[in-house]
């Protein structure tokens, strides 16, 4: 196992907290996120992991399976991501969840008018997409909770200011996502708050985030990953096998 260190700015990363998840109770502390859950980044600051900590702790989210991540590109602050499943999941079983519906924003490319649509599907030849749409009916509301986002905003770019791989392949998927993680956090602020998905985070973001999930099938695997297996044996195995984690 390589050198353990610690991130810069205190002298108190080591003291672990034990945190209650959906999944159950784990260790957690600042030098174990520098160490073990930042893709060796040492740019990491000490405030920034304990901020990470205190968000996983406020919304019981379990770094070790991939709930959360802390990603850091460069000299840039870090960001905090949350999985989508984490919050498709917490919004859509909370009992005053009513149903959800979102669609595309389109601009026809001949008579230039502004198209709204149910769904994901557009014609590629004929329209061109400048957002999304997203309306989460919540139970005991008057309104429902809705938002539009624009494409050029969120959407994931290069350093050349193309469009990377997912938002070249899959536009209508990601910024339909990324309209409903709004609409979701708006209509369930206290159960979502501080929780944004990776479809909303910056160029940066996304770049550092891929290199968590991209690693060479020749490399060997990394520490934080063969914690996360040894992790997920432990609790599929209290759970009779039970796929928690799909």
Same mark, same amino acid.
């Given at each position: 196992m390589s050198e353990q260190t610690q991130p810069t700015g205190n002298t108190n990363s080591e003291a672990v907290e034990v945190i209650e998840t959906d999944t159950g109770a784990i260790e957690l502390s600042p030098n174990i996120i520098y160490n073990l859950l930042s893709n060796g980044n040492k740019n990491i600051t000490y405030p920034e992991a304990y901020l990470f900590l205190q968000l996983c702790k406020a919304q019981r989210l379990n770094p070790y399976i991939n709930e959360a991540y802390l990603v850091k590109y460069g000299d840039s602050p870090a960001q905090?991501? #949350?999985?989508?499943?984490?919050? @498709?999941? !917490? &919004?859509?079983?909370?009992?005053?969840?009513?149903? *959800?519906?979102? +669609?595309?924003?389109?601009?026809?490319?001949?008579?230039?008018?502004?198209?709204? %649509?149910?769904? +994901? @599907?557009?014609?590629?030849? !004929?329209?061109?997409? #400048?957002g999304a749409w997203a309306v989460v009916h919540r139970k005991g509301r008057k @309104?429902?909770? +809705? #938002?539009? #986002?624009?494409?050029?905003?969120? &959407?994931? %770019?290069?350093?050349?200011?193309?469009?990377?791989?997912?938002? &070249?392949? %899959?536009?209508?998927? *990601?910024?339909?996502?990324? /309209?409903?993680?709004? /609409? @979701?956090?708006? &209509?369930?602020?206290?159960?979502?708050?501080?929780?944004?998905?990776?479809?909303? *985070?910056s160029i940066e973001t996304t770049q550092e985030l891929n290199k968590l999930h991209q690693q060479s099938p020749e490399s060997p695997k990394n520490e934080v990953e063969d914690l996360r297996q040894e992790f997920v044996k432990e609790v599929e195995s209290e759970t009779d096998g039970n796929a928690i984690f799909a």
């Open positions: 905090l991501i #949350v999985s989508k499943d984490v919050i @498709f999941k !917490r &919004a859509t079983s909370h009992e005053d969840f009513e149903g *959800m519906q979102s +669609g595309l924003i389109l601009l026809d490319k001949e008579s230039k008018e502004v198209i709204r %649509r149910e769904n +994901g @599907f557009y014609l590629k030849d !004929r329209e061109e997409i #400048v @309104f429902p909770s +809705g #938002v539009d #986002v624009n494409f050029d905003e969120f &959407a994931g %770019r290069k350093n050349n200011g193309s469009l990377n791989s997912n938002w &070249a392949k %899959r536009p209508s998927l *990601m910024i339909i996502k990324v /309209a409903e993680s709004h /609409a @979701f956090r708006k &209509a369930f602020p206290k159960e979502l708050q501080g929780c944004y998905e990776e479809s909303e *985070m």
